[in-house]
């Protein structure tokens, strides 16, 4: 099946900061969903993106669907950004598969 | 639009008994899916609904059912639980089977003591 992998595993920002965040998955997917995990658990909806560039006010996501690969940017980061950010795919089989996700945590 | 709702958001449970989870997607959508999240797994899926028909299936004991009623309201039971059963159990619901975008619902946080 596929694999997704995400990094860096975690990060440690400084309120203000900009970020980078990868996911990588070892085959051709038809969808790709970004999210983030509040620390109440609740997945929040950040993109749906299975290929080209999104934007949501501070955050952009770009997805290089030849190149198996997504970013997502994180840009003047608050404190309210910290939580775990998940990468999922999907390659048509009703399922998607999440990535290990990266934890993130921004200082005040 | 409300968004996805499960009940109970909290649950205590102890091995050896059987648990039902509730899931009442977004109104009008038709598809939902179940996945478990533990700190050793991460999130993995359990299976999927629409229109009453499970369309697919994890990698999960058969102590892991699901149902999907006419109103695509979903409930996901688990027979004869063990301490490993512990999670947090998330539904997500989307509109149509080409749309895959999923939503989430909070979460039913289950412990099996």
């Known amino acids: 099946g596929i694999q997704v992998e995400q990094s860096p595993p975690d990060l440690i920002l400084q309120e203000g900061a900009n970020s980078t965040l990868r996911c990588n998955f070892s085959?051709?997917?038809?969808?790709l969903q970004w999210f983030h995990q509040n620390p109440w658990g609740q997945l929040i909806n950040l993109f749906y993106?299975?290929?080209g560039t999104k934007q949501n006010g501070r955050l952009s996501a770009t997805t290089v669907a030849t190149e198996r690969y997504s970013l997502l940017y994180i840009s003047s980061s608050q404190t309210t950004d910290s939580g775990v950010y998940f990468c999922?795919?999907?390659?048509?089989?009703?399922?998607?598969?999440f990535g290990t996700g990266t934890r993130l945590k921004v200082l005040a | 639009k409300a968004g996805v709702t499960q009940t109970p958001r909290y649950l205590i449970k102890t091995r050896g008994q059987q648990v039902t989870l509730s899931c009442s997607p977004i109104?009008?959508?038709?598809?939902v899916s179940w996945y478990q999240q533990t700190p050793g797994q991460g999130l993995q899926f359990l299976f999927e609904?629409?229109?009453?028909?499970?369309?697919n299936k994890g990698n999960f004991p058969g102590r892991f059912s699901g149902r999907q009623f006419s109103n695509s309201r979903s409930e996901m039971n688990v027979s004869t639980l063990e301490l490993g059963d512990s999670a947090l159990y998330l539904c997500?619901?989307?509109?149509?089977?080409?749309?895959?975008?999923?939503?989430f619902g909070p979460g039913t946080r289950l412990t099996v003591t």
């Open positions: 997500a619901s989307s509109s149509s089977p080409s749309s895959y975008e999923q939503y």
């Open positions: 085959d051709s997917v038809n969808n």
């Open positions: 993106i299975p290929s």
């Open positions: 999922a795919v999907n390659a048509g089989t009703y399922k998607y598969i």
């Open positions: 109104s009008g959508h038709r598809s």
């Open positions: 609904y629409f229109s009453e028909t499970q369309r």
